[in-house]
């Protein structure tokens, strides 16, 4: 008998119905002879409920007492579906993070699993009861509760998947399969049959919801083999693997964008050595996360420095700099947090040139400004005002086709 490890998404356990809906499932699957591990969810919209009771108690909540209130959606919804599943006539049993136990590093909010204890879970799995286990929450050495960041479930179930060694991790989600483009918002987005870890890493950890990018890092490095796919229909799903076959290597796989974004710009910089410790410093030390920088220097050997970062951050950066500005003497500081970054991604951009330069045409055609670029082997990313995302994701898609099935080199004899 194999084992699958599979996870339910908030949408997917959203309601009564839903959760029914996945105990049917389930048990589908335990019929055929697997055993099965479920991972869930809180209900959709519940974890963003909690976060904004957390901040109308607190302009500053603590990230301890924040973790504990986070994780509490997952416990309500492993208790249904454990329930849902027992209705049915299938033994189960609900695990919170701390049960199992799932023991992570002690960074609240952004915790990273760092080993999982699977006696309970095998326990179980041996005497046919169907574990399910509250996604995206851990415990650190001490046994403070912690949560994983949002969309954690996923790494959640994929941990579980590499520790258990199984058959196939399934991220059952509201989407079928990873899409080259998110199919909310592009229409003739495109389901991909496969994609590979490099390739969903990228997408993942530039702003594609659909999978966490810490779930596809574990998968590459313990060789989960994961796939999404839908919770509510029959289908392949995407299967993430460790190379795509020969036959299809599109230039471009997928395009994915951030709209949490924000951008701070210093100008008016003494150019001299140090600079960019003294502005970066302050901000890595609270830690506040940078993505892209930029640096440029004008005739006037004043320097702009303007960098990224998350749009939650934004006034805790500017408040950082506002000292920083007078100590080193720079003529303003300022920001933009209506941004968005639009990317993208593909192995084939190695060996292709101009993938840039056509996706620059795209944006122009459409007079979107580009605010800024940055690059590398298999991705390029563009910052554009928020208002653009949609456009600007659009019609990069139409202009690499990616709506169309990739042309694929027939072998002649
Ligand atoms: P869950 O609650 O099941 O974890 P998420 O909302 O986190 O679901 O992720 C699924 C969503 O990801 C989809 O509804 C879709 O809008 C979005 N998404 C973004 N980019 C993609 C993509 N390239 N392919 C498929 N879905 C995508
Ligand atoms: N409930 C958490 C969130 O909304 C974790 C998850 O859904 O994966 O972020
Ligand atoms: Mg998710």
Known sequence: ?????????????????????????????????????????????????????????????????????LSSGEQVTIALVAMALQERGYPAKSYLGTQVCIRTDGNFGRARIEDIDTEALRTDLAAGVTPVVAGFQGVDAVGNVTTLGRGGSDTTAVAIAAALGVYECQICTDVDGVYTADPRIVDDARRLDRITFEEMLELASLGSKVLHPRSVEFAGKYKVPLRVLSSFEEGPGTLITIEKDDMEQP??????????????????????????????????????????????????????????VKRSDYDRTLELLAPVRDAIGARSLSGDNRIAKVSVVGVGMRSHAGVATRMFDALAAENINILMISTSEIKISVVVAERYLELAVRCIHSEFDLGKEPLREVETA
Do not use: C
């Not at 993505?291 to 004008?298: A, E, F, L, R, S």
């Open 1 to 69: 008998m194999s084992i699958i490890v599979q996870k339910y998404g908030g949408t997917s356990v959203g309601s009564v119905e839903r959760i029914q809906a996945v105990a049917e499932r389930v048990s589908g699957y335990l019929d055929t002879g697997h055993q099965v591990v479920v991972v869930v969810s809180a209900m959709s919209g519940e974890t963003n409920r909690l976060d904004t009771l957390g901040r109308s108690v607190s302009g500053r909540p603590p990230a301890r007492e924040m973790d504990v209130l």
């Open 251 to 308: 230039i471009v796989s997928g395009i994915a964008y951030a709209r949490d974004e924000a951008k701070i710009t210093m100008s008016g910089v003494p150019d001299v050595p140090g600079i960019a410790s003294k502005i970066l410093g302050p901000v890595g030390r609270a830690p506040i996360e940078v993505d892209m920088i930029v640096q440029n220097t004008g005739a006037d050997g004043l320097t702009d420095f303007t960098f990224t």
